[in-house]
């Protein structure tokens, strides 16, 4: 990792406007998997490798489906009573759901939990920009900062530009499209996430000095090291890291129901229930099958026994636009050549 990178002490998510009545222990993080197809074939991604099984890993071959208009309202009642966070992903690109902005405009304006999504970009356009503007935090992959190793890391369907139109220049469109969102005074707060493995290390660097000026103060890029995602992908940069899962209050719903406590389960293999049969997650999460599951987790069985790095976040770092104060109240600065 480059040694010009520095932590950024204050994360976004501890900035979190709980009121009175919440507790954060009491609260969860739920990830809502509206898809698990994806249009791009990122090679750091299990989606690279579908179906097919890397020597000693994991495989990634769950059925692809698209979240239904029934589960999707159960989901956010849900929401409603137990989430202090909503993040929109998991293992597919959210705008490939033919009912996305319907989706997002079901959510109550005055919804008590914040706002995520995870998307490639590929899919935004002027019109959909619209809808994004209501979520607290957008992050958007972008990992490089030229075309020729981008479309070696990120292989996959066209790109659309701002009128919907397919573009065959499919990083410098994706680039464009962010630039643009960028400049728009409504936007919101935006990560840029690049995800670092021995493909792309070489440019970190100069990607976060191409963009680190583009951002407004309530921006930033995001440098993460590579994940295993349950023990499924091998890359040089992944190292040993306790597992999170255990203490934390993550449920992670995929687009047919079904539920994980893992937030990396890309088969939904710790399957502790399903939410559009029991429709109250409290069932779920105080319940048999949960508890089993945290047992085997904290032990290691299962698919636990081929991931060795878990949710490792200790090579993250933040770089906030010219003039946050993040950073204990220091305007963040561009990184020096």
């Given at each position: 990792?480059?040694?010009?990178?520095?932590?950024?002490?204050?994360?976004?998510?501890?900035?979190?406007?709980?009121?009175?009545?919440?507790?954060?222990?009491?609260?969860?993080?739920?990830?809502?998997?509206?898809?698990?197809?994806?249009?791009?074939?990122?090679?750091?991604?299990?989606?690279?490798?579908y179906r097919k099984k890397v020597d000693g890993s994991n495989q990634f071959n769950r059925e692809k489906g698209y979240m239904s208009e029934e589960l999707w309202d159960i989901v956010l009642r849900n929401a409603a009573k137990y989430a202090s966070i909503i993040m929109i992903g998991f293992f597919g690109e959210p705008l490939l759901h033919p009912k996305f902005q319907s989706f997002i405009r079901m959510i109550p304006a005055t919804r008590p939990y914040i706002l995520h999504i995870n998307t490639n970009w590929s899919l935004v356009t002027k019109e959909n920009m619209e809808t994004l503007k209501c979520f607290d935090l957008v992050r958007i992959s972008l990992d490089t900062s030229n075309a020729s190793l981008w479309e070696r890391?990120?292989?996959?369907?066209?790109?659309?530009?701002?009128?919907?139109?397919?573009?065959?220049?499919?990083?410098?469109?994706?680039?464009?499209?962010?630039?643009?969102?960028?400049?728009?005074?409504?936007?919101?707060?935006?990560?840029?996430?690049?995800?670092?493995?021995?493909?792309?290390?070489?440019?970190?660097?100069?990607?976060?000095?191409?963009?680190?000026?583009k951002l407004s103060p309530r921006d930033h890029v995001q440098t993460k090291t590579i994940l295993s995602y349950g023990g499924v992908m091998r890359d040089s940069h992944m190292s040993k890291y306790p597992c999170i899962i255990p203490s934390s209050k993550y449920l992670t719903v995929a687009w047919n129901g079904?539920?994980?406590?893992?937030?990396?389960?890309?088969?939904?293999?710790w399957n502790v229930g399903n939410l559009c049969e029991e429709t109250d997650m409290k069932k779920i999460v105080n319940g048999k099958r949960w508890k089993q599951a945290i047992?085997?987790?904290?032990?290691?069985?299962?698919?636990?026994?081929?991931?060795?790095?878990?949710?490792?976040?200790?090579?993250?770092?933040?770089?906030?636009?010219?003039?946050?104060?993040?950073?204990?109240?220091?305007?963040?600065?561009?990184?020096k050549k």
């Open positions: 990792m480059n040694k010009l990178i520095k932590k950024m002490p204050q994360k976004l998510l501890e900035q979190i406007p709980y009121t009175k009545s919440w507790s954060v222990r009491q609260k969860w993080l739920i990830q809502p998997e509206l898809t698990n197809n994806c249009n791009f074939r990122c090679v750091y991604c299990p989606h690279s490798i890391l990120c292989p996959g369907g066209p790109v659309l530009d701002l009128n919907g139109v397919p573009s065959k220049d499919r990083h410098n469109m994706v680039a464009e499209k962010i630039e643009y969102w960028l400049q728009l005074k409504d936007h919101s707060p935006t990560r840029l996430v690049c995800v670092v493995s021995s493909i792309n290390e070489h440019d970190v660097e100069r990607h976060v000095s191409l963009w680190h000026p079904d539920c994980t406590p893992c937030n990396l389960d890309v088969n939904i293999a047992s085997d987790i904290k032990r290691k069985q299962g698919i636990c026994m081929n991931c060795l790095d878990a949710n490792n976040r200790s090579e993250d770092r933040e770089y906030w636009g010219v003039g946050s104060v993040q950073n204990n109240g220091d305007a963040c600065k561009p990184l």
